[in-house]
């Protein structure tokens, strides 16, 4: 077997380099920290398959010796097929049919002697006994183990094991990562500071990474923040696209704040320009009472709001407001995953209509993920980042923004209109977000120790996501 060994700086550059030699599916044997770096011992995939026994092999002696080597991915596979098949043999060679015991209707054992309550024997008053957990066997085990030639089947064996296999190199890979990073206190403390204030996992250790090594941790401090500012996308701190005027609807889930973020826009506008020059439209038809709503605020403005019924009527109430300088059209709130996001994009493809994403700030990162994805974040013209106020954290909000390249236009933080609306400031938007960690709970902060493991599960999660895609 043709083991090969790889050192460099990082695990990811190793990793790197294994995958570009041995191929996609290499073989980590061994993953470990040493002076200056990190060391892999891997073979290719087909060496494993080479040494994998032909199907109709004898099965080894049930007397024969557990592996005396150390137990690596590769002995730990024949040693599980080992196993596997002198459990089957021996199973055979036992009297009787364990399955038909199983059969047997349990209270006919219990009241075998009449008494439902018999004392428990000599054994069972020392030990209490404890119902076996529930084990889960794919049905194609099942099968394959009851078939007529009694042989597990060992491709799929192999292919569990080396999904198993491609998990925990995974593991390994970002575990010998964090080992690197606890040897450089800032960067750990930077990790530490992003994960805490809800940034992904995975922009926090690309901005760990880039940290230069020689940083103290003011430099390191004032690094993160410019880089972090850097990145949150702006027009310009002066002029967002509603102060140059358009049309624009605006769009997201249920409840983030679309129609009272549209009166906010409309009564600074028109304040700055009179009524005369905002349009307000609403093509909210779903939710009874959601036009009241607009027509509430249009009525303070000094503003008529029009009910869109659909993509004609909204066509003509476009064309008759073709001289106002600033258009808003209120829509339906609609969830991410509601597949009528895809109609509602549709009835305002006009080359006209720029969209607009309203984002909750207080969401979950995930759910902010998602609905960048399916309302197309990235062909819209902005986003709004609303209930910036309710956020605990603002990090998630922001990562998905910086990671998706949206640009932002405004912020909202609260429910006044139109004082809780204001130009997009990423200073103070990052100055917010690094601050969770006076104000997050205690119950929701964690030790150093577990950074490790959610660094872990997260780079899993990205890593078998990757090896989906490739299997689609
Ligand atoms: N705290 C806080 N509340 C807000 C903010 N923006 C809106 N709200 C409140 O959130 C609630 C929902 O706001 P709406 O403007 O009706 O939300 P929507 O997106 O139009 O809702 P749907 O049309 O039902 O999808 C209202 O009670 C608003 O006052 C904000 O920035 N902060
Ligand atoms: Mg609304």
Not at 114 to 139: I, L, Q, T
Not at 248 to 270: E, N, R, S
């Amino acid at each position: 077997m043709n083991v090969k060994r790889y050192f460099a700086r990082t695990a990811r550059e190793a990793m790197s380099r294994v995958r570009a030699e041995l191929g996609e599916d290499a073989v980590v044997l061994k993953n470990r920290p040493v002076d200056g770096g990190v060391e892999i011992l891997a073979l290719a995939d087909s060496e494993l398959s080479a040494s994998e026994p032909a199907p109709s092999a004898p099965p080894r002696g049930a007397g024969d010796a557990a592996p005396a080597s150390p137990m690596s991915t590769v002995n730990f596979e024949n040693y599980v097929r080992e196993r596997q098949q002198r459990r089957l043999a021996s199973s055979r060679d036992e009297p009787g049919d364990a399955g038909a015991l199983d059969e047997r209707p349990g209270d006919e054992r219990a009241t075998a002697s009449g008494f439902g309550d018999e004392p428990p024997r000599h054994e069972e008053r020392r030990a209490p006994r404890v119902e076996a957990p529930a084990v889960h066997v794919s049905p194609g085990f099942v099968r394959d183990a009851r078939s007529t030639d009694d042989r597990p089947d060992v491709g799929m064996l192999m292919n569990e094991l080396r999904e198993m296999r491609g998990a925990l190199s995974d593991q390994l890979e970002s575990l010998s990562w964090f080992e690197g990073v606890r040897r450089r206190p800032g960067q750990s403390r930077m990790l530490r500071r992003l994960l805490q204030a809800g940034f992904s996992p995975s922009l926090s250790r690309t901005l760990a990474n880039h940290l230069p090594a020689d940083f103290g941790e003011e430099d390191a401090e004032r690094w993160l923040r410019e880089a972090l500012v850097r990145n949150l996308r702006i027009d310009s701190p002066e002029q967002t696209i509603f102060d140059a005027g358009g049309t624009y609807a605006l769009l997201g889930p249920t409840g983030v704040g679309k129609t009272t973020t549209a009166a906010k826009i409309a009564a600074q506008f028109a304040l700055k320009h009179g009524a005369q020059s905002v349009g307000l439209i609403t093509a909210d038809v779903y939710r009874i009472g959601a036009q009241d709503q607009l027509r509430t605020f249009g009525r303070l403005l000094g503003v008529p709001v029009h009910v869109a019924h659909d993509v004609s009527t909204l066509a003509d109430f476009l064309q008759m407001y073709m001289n106002r300088k600033l258009v808003l059209i209120d829509t339906a709130g609609v969830a991410q995953r509601d597949e009528r996001v895809g109609e509602l994009l549709a009835a305002l493809s006009s080359a006209q209509v720029r969209k607009v994403l309203v984002v909750n700030a207080a969401s979950q990162a995930e759910a902010i993920d998602e609905t960048i994805e399916a309302y197309q974040g990235r062909n819209a013209a902005g986003v709004v980042l609303s209930k910036v106020d309710e956020a605990v954290r603002l990090g998630g909000a922001l990562d998905c923004l910086i990671r998706h390249r949206l640009t932002l236009q405004g912020v909202a933080n609260g429910q006044r209109v139109p004082e809780d609306w204001h130009r997009p400031e990423p200073r103070m938007l990052v100055d917010r977000a690094l601050a969770t960690e006076s104000r997050a709970s205690a119950s929701f902060s964690f030790e150093e120790a577990e950074l490790a493991m959610l660094l872990a599960a997260g780079q899993r999660t990205a890593a078998q996501r990757a090896r989906e895609a490739r299997r689609v």
